[in-house]
């Protein structure tokens, strides 16, 4: 059994890896989450106490990602500010997390050996066009486009120097959009559904062309738990499910899934820099690590969540008033 650190676990995707691990592994967690707007210790409750420990903190705390490190076999590192809406607001704290976060705990596994997992994004690599026939790939050159972006690519190419320069023991993912149980409403899937349970109608960014590669949270562990046990020192894997779709028919399947007419539906202002398209060859980690996706059925995958919200409204209902507020002060 080891014992496994998991920065930002009372998040959206944190949350579910922590999830997986104890009902597939007998790996022993340790969360490290600041518990921003984003974390919720809520989406912990359930888990047996002795596997399971919570520890409130920033990973930009040197003297405390010390002292977890001390007892700890390997880092799983998800915690960020993660919201491109936001990153566009106030930049300022994806700086804080994302990159000096991120180097807190790089200068930690190289004093202690410590193997460390990073988990990115695709979208360090820009966006593509709608017709292009080519995927992301890990050869694929970075070129971020927003705040938020451009700070996780900023993390990855530190975790990079840090294998190079220092030898540390570490891997980086870049994911593509994941959906599943436990996501804030702020994000897209989880706010159109949401908006349709309060009698709202679903906010579509500009003509909602731009297409997105959607990919259950519950892949994404199994494949960051596939690397962490399989994955080459040094390398970066990227993650997809082949899920692409395009927001429109996001939202057309959201409210036919719902019951409700699938015109029923706002166009509101597009986002400053909205990355059109982005699509994953996640080649390497089928054919190197053997990893393939569970959740193939996209409309089925859709449907479980909408069940879970319908059944959670008290662990989304305190957030949405104030994400709706928010979204209203920009038009959107
Ligand atoms: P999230 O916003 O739901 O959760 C982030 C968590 O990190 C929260 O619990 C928050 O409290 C915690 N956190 C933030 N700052 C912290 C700090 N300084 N110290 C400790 N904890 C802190 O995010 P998410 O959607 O679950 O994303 C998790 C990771 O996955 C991020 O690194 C993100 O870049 C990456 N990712 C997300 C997606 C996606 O579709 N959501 C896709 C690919 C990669
Ligand atoms: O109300 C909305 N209406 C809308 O049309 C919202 C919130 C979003 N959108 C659009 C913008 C995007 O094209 O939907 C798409 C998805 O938006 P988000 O959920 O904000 O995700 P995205 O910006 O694609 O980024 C997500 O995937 C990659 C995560 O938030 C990132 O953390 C991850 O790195």
Redesign the pocket.
């Given at each position: 059994m080891s014992r496994l650190l998991v920065?930002?676990?009372?998040?959206?995707?944190?949350?579910?890896f922590v999830h997986h691990v104890v009902a597939h592994t007998d790996h022993h967690v340790t969360v490290?989450?600041?518990?921003?707007?984003?974390?919720?210790r809520a989406?912990l409750e359930g888990l047996p106490a002795d596997r399971v420990e919570f520890v409130h903190?920033?990973?930009?705390?040197a003297e405390l990602v010390d002292s977890l490190f001390a007892g700890t076999d390997a880092v799983v590192?998800?915690?960020?500010?993660?919201?491109n809406d936001n990153s566009l607001h106030d930049p300022r704290?994806f700086l804080?997390?994302?990159i000096i976060?991120t180097y807190t705990l790089l200068e930690a596994a190289r004093r202690h050996g410590t193997r460390l997992h990073h988990?990115?994004?695709?979208?360090v690599y820009g966006d593509l066009e709608l017709d292009d026939p080519e995927r992301f790939t890990e050869d694929t050159p970075y070129n971020p486009s927003s705040p938020?972006s451009s700070t996780?690519a900023g993390?990855d190419l530190l975790v990079r120097a840090w294998v190079r320069s220092f030898g540390v023991q570490a891997t980086i993912s870049?994911?593509?959009?994941?959906?599943g149980p436990?996501?804030?409403v702020e994000?897209f899937i989880p706010r159109q559904i949401t908006n349709v349970i309060r009698g709202i109608r679903p906010k579509l960014y500009g003509a909602g062309r731009n297409v997105r590669d959607w990919?259950h949270?519950d892949d994404?562990s199994s494949a960051v738990l596939t690397i962490l046990e399989k994955g080459r020192i040094g390398e970066t894997y990227l993650?997809g499910a082949d899920g692409e779709k395009d927001n429109k028919s996001v939202v057309e399947l959201i409210l036919e899934l719902m019951g409700q007419d699938q015109a029923a539906y706002d166009h509101v202002a597009d986002r400053a820099g909205h990355d059109l398209r982005y699509a994953i060859d996640s080649t390497k980690l089928r054919t190197e690590l053997g990893w393939t996706p569970q959740f193939g059925d996209f409309e089925a995958g859709l449907a479980a969540t909408i069940d879970w919200y319908r059944a959670n409204e008290a662990w989304w209902a305190p957030s949405k008033d104030s994400t709706e507020a928010f979204y209203a002060g920009k038009g959107q």
């Open positions: 920065t930002g676990g009372a998040g959206f995707i944190g949350s579910n490290l989450d600041k518990l921003t707007y984003a974390g919720n989406s903190g920033d990973i930009a705390d590192h998800y915690a960020a500010e993660s919201h704290p804080d997390t994302n976060g988990i990115s994004t695709d979208e938020y996780k993390s870049n994911c593509s959009n994941n959906y436990y996501q804030h994000k990919i949270a994404h993650i």
